[in-house]
């Protein structure tokens, strides 16, 4: 079964950076489309960022694209999410996702198998 831990998560003053990373085990990383995706209290999961098994094909919601980048090394089993120019709507729990199906869109919580437990981010305004 694979696992995903993430990390990296922290309170940040906005305009600020943190970068998160997720480690997985159990399974073939490279085989697995991975997403991040966030949430807050009363809100349903919102969908922040995909990358193909490759890394060659990424995805960024509306609302991070132009200051967050998705990014992975199959070598180390890790995906990242680099945040840059952070805002007090940014703050959230963040998860990391694993999906096998191939030619998804990523953006759908459905489609991913296996999530994380979630790191916490917080931005201060």
């Known amino acids: 079964q694979v696992q995903l831990v993430e990390s990296g998560g922290g309170l940040v003053q906005a305009g600020g950076s943190l970068r998160l990373s997720c480690v997985a085990s159990?399974?073939?990383?490279?085989?697995?489309?991975m997403g991040w995706f966030r949430q807050t209290p009363g809100k349903e999961r919102e969908f922040v960022a995909a990358?193909?098994?490759?890394?060659?094909?990424?995805y960024l919601a509306d609302s991070v694209k132009g200051r967050f980048a998705i990014s992975r090394d199959n070598a180390k089993n890790t995906v990242s999410l680099q945040m840059n120019s952070l805002k007090p709507e940014d703050t959230a729990v963040y998860y990391c996702?694993?999906?096998?199906?191939?030619?998804?869109?990523?953006?759908?919580?459905?489609?991913?198998?296996?999530w994380g437990q979630g790191t916490h981010v917080t931005v201060s305004s």
């Open positions: 990358i193909s098994w490759s890394g060659g094909i990424t």
């Open positions: 996702a694993a999906g096998s199906r191939p030619g998804i869109s990523g953006a759908v919580v459905g489609d991913y198998d296996y």
């Open positions: 159990g399974g073939t990383f490279s085989r697995y489309h």
